[in-house]
């Protein structure tokens, strides 16, 4: 599909968001592609790792509210399609790279959290930006954020939505390298093909183990995300919110 990019080179799979009008932010048909292809890319055995990342001059700006298919259907389904693919990209046995050019916001935030590891271009900024939307986590955020930063420091970034630039992440401890912009493809490409001549079954073995090294698991994180958030979209808040974002404006939330 046009705004999902799949490139094959030596092993290595880049996956590039391609709507960059939209600051790549996903629909519903996105997230189901997502959710197959990284579940094929698992069984490939020519696939030998994954780099993700966002044409133009972002990464992921989240989930597309104006998207009419996902409006047109229920909360609890639109999550479950979500759900899938974040968990495919947690099973996904190759390691995974975020390459992350720019804004990475909401589930576009988890995104890159959910891959194995994130290099970031200098501009790029990062945003758990689901309060300012009277929503609350999605996309494995409750299960990633505390294993990364702590549960204080996870509190604190979900809490008030700040957007963080790419040396404040490295602070907060959510990325691996921040590179300058111009040096963010070859710095990438270098960690790939060293990962792509690797062994195969033992860094699949040992992602798996990290991944499974703290419990509850990362599936029932997002059972208790999908139905939290389902009844989030059933909110007059909700509606707000996104009638501010259309209009440009701070939302005025009611709890109701």
């Known amino acids: 599909m046009d705004s999902l990019i799949v490139e094959r ?43 993700l990342t966002g044409a133009g001059d972002a990464f992921c700006s989240g989930a597309d509210l104006t998207d ?18 974040a968990a495919a990209l947690h099973r996904l046995p190759k390691p995974v790279i975020a390459k992350v050019n720019g804004v990475a916001a909401g589930a576009g935030c988890n995104l890159a959290l959910g891959c194995d590891l994130i290099v970031a271009s200098d501009r790029a900024r990062f945003s758990e930006i689901f309060s300012t939307r009277g929503l609350s986590l999605d996309f494995g955020g409750s299960w990633l954020l505390p294993r990364l930063i702590g549960l204080h420091k996870a509190k604190e970034l979900a809490f008030f939505a700040e957007v963080l630039s790419a040396e404040d992440a490295e602070r907060f401890g959510i990325l691996n390298r921040v590179v300058p912009a111009d040096e963010l493809d ?22 798996l183990m990290l991944n499974n090294s703290v419990g509850p698991s990362f599936e029932q994180a997002l059972d208790v995300e999908a139905a939290t958030q389902a009844l989030n979209f059933s909110t007059e808040d909700v509606a707000e919110a996104l009638r501010a974002f259309l209009d440009k404006r701070s939302p005025e939330f009611r709890g109701r």
Request: proline content about 4%.
């Open 9 to 51: 080179d030596g092993g290595i799979v880049t996956v590039t968001l391609n709507r960059p009008e939209k600051k790549n932010a996903v629909t519903t048909e996105m997230w189901r592609a997502m959710g197959d292809l990284f579940t094929e890319i698992g069984r490939r055995t020519e696939d030998r790792v994954v780099v």
């Open 68 to 85: 009419v298919t996902a409006l047109d259907m229920h909360g609890l389904v639109r999550m479950r399609l979500i759900d899938q693919a």
């Open 186 to 207: 070859a710095f990438v490409d270098d960690w790939a093909r060293h990962l792509a001549a690797g062994p195969p079954l033992a860094l699949s073995s040992t992602k």
